[in-house]
């Protein structure tokens, strides 16, 4: 049982923040997401040590696989500092997705050296689970992968869309449908029959298609199973969806803060053009949509990090930040560009980094519009359980 006090971790948690930005801003100057756009793998593993070294790697894996066991709330302070510099590392979709995917498949001897390896910052595994084309899958107990078991193991057939990180994962954790329903399989990424094909996106980074023509693996690959494994890929699903809001934030304050600083020096009419009402009155706006979305977020880790949040209302309330922060994003993105003028449009200024990338995070793993069907569907059958 913890004895933190709620002012400690206050303290901690603003030492922990302090120490990241200092961090991201002296060893991830934007210069430094620019010289890396659009080139495979999109991102620096020698930055990568660099994230290990300070302990990050292994901030959300459990002590007994040499991490620190934190809450979200800590890696959201991570999270953000490394996005308010547009640092391409995907620290999300490695850390959170697939880490905590591994820790909440189970306690097999397969996962506990993959997360010891991660901790450690020398495996970084991406999840394989969207099919798709648009990424708009609302049931994540549902894949078209095929999974057999064979007399020499496991051998899986299918698709998978949207991975993140593609070329420079060291391996798959693949969602597909077996016997017992659905499975979590590890497959290592030069398994024979894997194939991957990178694609580009807004920001410069890099997703993947991956191909499963025939892969054979282990039998101790099957990290989850049926009930088991649906749990698994829903928590950790969510817990994405709340830190990739934090990388949002991040970007939406960053946007925020480069618009007052451009209105405030901006001078036409001979005054700054800050001081024109119509304009004040925009700005207040994304002012708005700014804290809205902070005070969603502190709503949304406090409840993940509370160990008796059920996983209807853990769902839900992931659902309703990351819509909140989808939206918020692109906002704040738009006015942002218009409030700069044509400045806001060239590829030299630095706004055009914090748009990119708002613009990837705003769709990965569902937008807004989606985020709010899930989370409509999951408050309706929240009211039916309590009616019942």
């Known amino acids: 049982m913890s004895t933190t006090t709620d002012s400690e ?55 007994a696989q040499g991490g620190y066991a934190q809450g979200l709330t ?29 820790a909440h498949a189970g306690q097999g001897a397969l996962a506990n050296q993959l997360l010891a ?31 057999e078991r064979t007399a020499h193991g496991l051998q899986l057939q299918g698709h998978k869309r949207h991975v993140r990180p593609g070329a420079g994962a060291d ?49 101790q690959n099957l990290l989850a199973e049926g009930p088991a494994a649906v749990a698994a890929l829903t928590r950790a699903y969510d817990e994405t969806l709340v830190l990739t809001s934090a990388e949002l934030l991040a970007l939406i304050r960053r946007m925020f ?3 007052l600083e451009y209105l405030r020096s901006r001078v036409q009419f001979g005054k700054p053009i800050g ?26 880790l406090a409840l993940l990090d509370h160990p008796d949040t059920s996983a209807t209302a853990r769902s839900a309330m992931a659902s309703r930040v990351k819509a909140r ?8 993105a738009r006015e942002a560009v218009q409030l700069h003028g044509a400045i806001g449009v060239t590829d030299e200024y630095d706004l055009g980094l914090y748009l990119q990338r708002a613009l990837v995070l705003s769709a990965w793993l569902g937008n807004g519009t989606q985020q709010r069907r899930r989370y409509a569907a999951l408050t309706r059958n929240l009211t039916e359980q309590e009616h019942a």
Do not use: C
């Not at 029959?193 to 298609?209: I, K, M």
């Open 275 to 300: 001081s024109f009402q119509a304009l004040q009155h925009r700005a207040a706006d994304l002012l708005i949509q700014q804290e809205l979305t902070a005070s969603v977020l502190a709503q949304a």
């Open 325 to 332: 922060a989808s939206d918020a994003g692109l906002q704040v």
């Open 117 to 147: 390896d991660l901790a450690a910052g020398t495996l970084l595994p991406a999840v394989a689970w969207q099919e798709d084309l648009t990424g708009a899958k609302d049931h994540l107990e549902h894949a078209s992968t095929r999974l």
């Open 171 to 219: 391996g798959f954790i693949v969602s597909a449908q077996g016997a017992e329903g659905l499975a979590l399989v590890w497959v290592p990424a030069d398994a024979a029959g894997l194939s991957l094909h990178s694609r580009p996106l807004a920001d410069g980074s890099y997703a993947a298609e991956v191909e499963l023509a025939d892969v054979r693996v282990p039998a």
């Open 9 to 63: 971790r206050a303290e901690q948690l603003s030492l922990l923040r302090e120490s990241a930005l200092s961090f991201a801003s002296k060893e991830s100057p934007l210069t430094r997401a620019r010289a890396l756009r659009q080139q495979l793998p999109g991102f620096d593993r020698g930055f990568w040590a660099a994230l290990a070294e300070q302990g990050w790697t292994g901030l959300l894996v459990p002590e």
């Open 257 to 259: 803060a480069m618009t």
């Open 74 to 102: 800590e890696m959201a302070e991570v999270a953000g500092a490394l996005a308010a510099q547009v640092a391409p590392e995907p620290v999300v979709p490695v850390l959170v997705f697939a880490g905590r995917l591994l």
